[in-house]
């Protein structure tokens, strides 16, 4: 076989001949200055194609990471959310369980009054008289006009009752004082002589038979006195908050006298 003329054997030792030239011209030396000058050419090209490399290997490794942390941040995200259900879980139950401290302090408080705990599991807000509904009912002993009352104070009465459930209405009238439609009270027909300030707190009187003794209805916001009238009257702010009450005691051991009796 021939290339361009040349027989193969021919090729072979020329090459030889070639490569023997070069090693002994680089041994003396006399190729170096070549040898730099293609390095000065060379040198730029690898350098371009090596920083390419490690730009391509610097961009995997960027969307690598980027995932890796959109990762662990949605994991993040979901431990948080769990916490937060957490935490709210626990507030809940603190919340409740300093509702119940109080209830069992006014309980040791009043020794007289014996009570059964009720949840409050529904609202009428559109009664006038600001209605809730309790989960105890005539099987648990209760009765229509049985004080219902908080740590707070007095929450009202037993209006009607049912087998496993109750409906309970604030208070529209205890003695003197009066109801609003706007949820406040009025304290009514108070002698002149008789000196009320704000700030002062209310009780029951026990007159009338309605309600224990004792029980707290509220404070005294504002006084209302004219020379011309014969009696003066006061605001009266609530001390339960109607709109807000959770767990509620019902006095199971007040007969209310009949309302004609009053």
């Not at 959310?81 to 626990?90: A, C, M, R």
């Not at 002589?193 to 707190?201: K, R």
């Amino acid at each position: 076989m021939q290339r361009l003329g040349i027989p193969t054997s021919r090729l072979l030792l020329i090459f030889v001949l070639l490569s023997a030239s070069l090693l002994f011209l680089d041994s003396l030396r006399v190729l170096q200055p070549a040898k730099d000058a293609l390095s000065r050419i060379t040198l730029p090209l690898m350098q371009l194609f090596s920083g390419f490399g490690e730009g391509v290997a610097s961009w995997g490794r960027y969307f690598q990471s980027l995932e890796q942390l959109q990762e662990e941040n949605r994991a993040l995200q979901a431990l948080v959310e769990q916490l937060t259900i957490e935490n709210v879980g626990l507030r809940e139950a603190a919340i409740e369980n300093e509702e119940l401290r109080r209830l069992l302090e006014f309980k040791a408080a009043h020794p007289e009054f014996e009570t059964i705990a009720a949840i409050v599991v529904g609202r009428e807000p559109s009664s006038l008289f600001q209605d809730i509904v309790i989960d105890r009912g005539r099987e648990d002993g209760l009765q229509p006009g049985m004080p219902v009352v908080t740590e707070r104070g007095l929450v009202g009465q037993v209006v009607e009752v049912y087998a496993n459930s109750a409906r309970v209405q604030k208070s529209r009238a205890t003695g003197a004082v009066q109801g609003t439609p706007q949820g406040g009270l009025v304290m009514q027909f108070i002698p002149q002589e008789v000196q009320v300030e704000m700030g002062d707190i209310l009780l029951t009187a026990g007159l009338g038979g309605r309600f224990p003794r004792g029980l707290v209805i509220g404070q005294i916001t504002e006084v209302r006195r004219s020379d011309v009238e014969v009696f003066q009257e006061a605001e009266v702010r609530p001390s339960v908050d109607f709109n807000r009450l959770e767990i509620v005691l019902v006095i199971v051991n007040f007969a209310p006298m009949p309302t004609g009796m009053e």
